[in-house]
């Protein structure tokens, strides 16, 4: 069984989807690993690390001849795959609604492709959730970059030259990454509220110290929504909602927005008008840029002025920290592997049925097989 690890490609990738931990791991299960010459520069592992865990270091075609399993982060073509074994699983971020080309490509190649952002958000995947672990770390970025861009402190601070106070941060959106946004800012010593439209968020807004600002009397999402996820809100709650966040939001220094409904556009949750309303100075952060953007007038990979407010359109904030992100992906990687690996023949073995197989494979034996794709 052999295990390729490529360095990425992709324009802006920083992360590798091995670290030397996962490679002895691998290694541990009865794998040959191969990692491409250079594959963890930029996450701060040297080759040699990669060398002291047991892996053979080679260039990308050497890497890749006869590789069983392709460990990638952002999935390359299949036309830079040439050379790995027949029927080779690929492993990676496929951004498969967006790539539906490069999709039908791994199936003209006979390669198996396995979209680890389609992982199942049930119990028995958590360790392998990269949109988690990502998002984590997104998170908490998202916060450090808005206190780079504020010209003002976060805590509150009594000085002899006189008081400082307090930033006043509001989170809209609160998964993994605005739980961890909610945090961050908290460590900080801001003042911090936060907003959903799934109601099983106020407890966790609260439990982390922060005020929990809802939309009372109408309807949201009850519970957690479909699997978890939100899911879009009737018109009453829409207006509802952008009249509590209006007088909200003008009190506010930093706003960091990060609502995602699955398969939809990001919801549009502060107009520009709004934006007129907060002090000059403040910062906003959008990571929704990415799906369009809950800011209107924000733009994605770029950090735009409006009405003297900062608007970062932050896109893959987790690149900004490649050690830690490519450690928790590699790591999210081989717990997927691990938990399907079959001893005596060597290598894993995804069986049709499983939930996890049929919510992460894209295509096989020539053909995409994703439901989600049809
Ligand atoms: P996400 O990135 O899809 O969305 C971010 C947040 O935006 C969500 O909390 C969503 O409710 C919110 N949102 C959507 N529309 C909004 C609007 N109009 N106004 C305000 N907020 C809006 O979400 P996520 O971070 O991927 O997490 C979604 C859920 O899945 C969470 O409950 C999380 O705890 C759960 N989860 C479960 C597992 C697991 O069991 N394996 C793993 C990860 C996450």
Redesign the pocket.
């Given at each position: 069984m052999k295990v390729a690890v490529l360095a990425e490609t992709a324009p802006g990738e920083t992360r590798v989807a091995a670290i030397p931990e996962t490679v002895k791991k691998l290694a541990g299960l009865g794998a040959e690993v191969a990692v491409e010459a250079g594959a963890g520069r930029s996450a701060g592992v040297s080759d040699e690390d990669y060398a002291a865990a047991g892996a053979t270091l080679a260039s990308r075609a050497e890497v890749l001849q006869g590789a069983d399993l392709i460990l990638t982060v952002s999935a390359p073509e299949a036309a830079a795959l040439a050379g790995a074994g027949q029927g080779a699983t690929l492993v990676g971020l496929m951004d498969p609604f967006a790539r539906r080309d490069a999709v039908a490509g791994y199936a003209g190649a006979g390669l198996e492709a396995l979209a680890m952002e389609w992982m199942p958000?049930?119990?028995r995947?958590?360790s392998m959730?990269v949109?988690?672990s990502q998002?984590n770390l997104a998170g908490y970025k998202a916060v450090i970059d808005a206190a780079a861009a504020y010209g003002r402190a976060f805590p509150m601070m009594m000085t002899a030259a006189g008081t400082v106070s307090p930033a006043r941060v509001f989170v809209?959106?609160?998964?993994?990454?605005?739980l961890q946004a909610i945090a961050t800012a908290r460590r900080l010593g801001a003042q911090v509220s936060a907003?959903?439209?799934?109601s099983?968020?106020r407890e966790q807004i609260q439990s982390l110290g922060a005020k929990a600002i809802f939309v009372e009397g109408v309807a949201g999402?009850e519970g957690?929504?479909q699997g978890?996820?939100?899911g879009e809100?009737s018109e009453e709650y829409r207006k509802a909602?952008a009249e509590l966040v209006s007088s909200h939001l003008a009190k506010q220094d930093i706003v960091v927005t990060?609502?995602?409904?699955?398969g939809k556009p990001a919801?549009r949750?502060i107009s520009d008008a709004q934006v007129a309303t907060m002090r000059p100075g403040s910062v906003i952060v959008d990571l929704a840029a990415g799906a369009g953007g809950n800011v209107e007038g924000c733009v994605a990979g770029e950090s735009v002025t409006r009405h003297g407010v900062t608007i970062i359109g932050a896109t893959n904030l987790a690149r900004s920290l490649p050690a830690d992100s490519s450690a928790l992906y590699a790591r999210n990687l081989f717990n997927f592997l691990s938990a399907f690996w079959d001893k005596e023949q060597g290598k894993p073995v995804l069986p049709d049925e499983d939930e996890i197989v049929k919510g992460i494979r894209l295509t096989r034996g020539g053909k995409i097989v994703s439901e989600r794709l049809a």
């Open positions: 958000r049930i119990t995947a958590q959730d949109l988690s998002s809209m959106g609160v998964g993994v990454a605005g907003t959903d439209v799934r099983a968020t999402i957690e929504g978890g996820y939100a809100t909602q990060t609502a995602l409904i699955p919801p949750l």
